[in-house]
């Protein structure tokens, strides 16, 4: 069984920044493609952003060079710095473990998610 628990949402004006956390339980976690999706009320679930175990990452054109996806493999833990956000990055944020290789597809690890509210 593999665990997702995802960190540091909350309430940030635009303009602000905020950093995600997820951590899994999973001593494998090295091998895991990890991806960030959200989903805003009315809307799909839509990829955020997606790192591979090789380090090449996948990014929504929305967010491109204001959002920035990590890993740090000694940690078990994939993050999500969010800089500049707007009003429209709004949404439910969840993590996801065993993504593609080339980060198309979700994995079937889903964490519970985190709420993001940016204010205008």
């Known amino acids: 069984q593999v665990q997702l628990v995802e960190s540091g949402g909350g309430l940030v004006q635009a303009g602000g920044s905020l950093r995600l956390s997820c951590l899994v339980s999973r001593t494998t976690f090295s091998t895991f493609g990890m991806g960030w999706y959200r989903q805003a009320p009315g809307k799909q679930r839509e990829l955020v952003a997606a790192i591979n175990p090789g380090r090449t990452t996948k990014y929504a054109d929305s967010v491109k060079g204001r959002f920035t996806v990590s890993r740090d493999n000694a940690k078990n833990t994939v993050y999500l710095q969010m800089d500049s956000l707007k009003p429209e990055d709004t949404a439910v944020y969840f993590c996801?473990?065993?993504?593609?290789?080339?980060?198309?597809?979700?994995?079937?690890?889903w964490g519970q998610g985190t709420q993001v509210t940016v204010s205008s």
């Open positions: 996801n473990a065993g993504t593609s290789w080339d980060l198309t597809s979700p994995g079937p690890y």
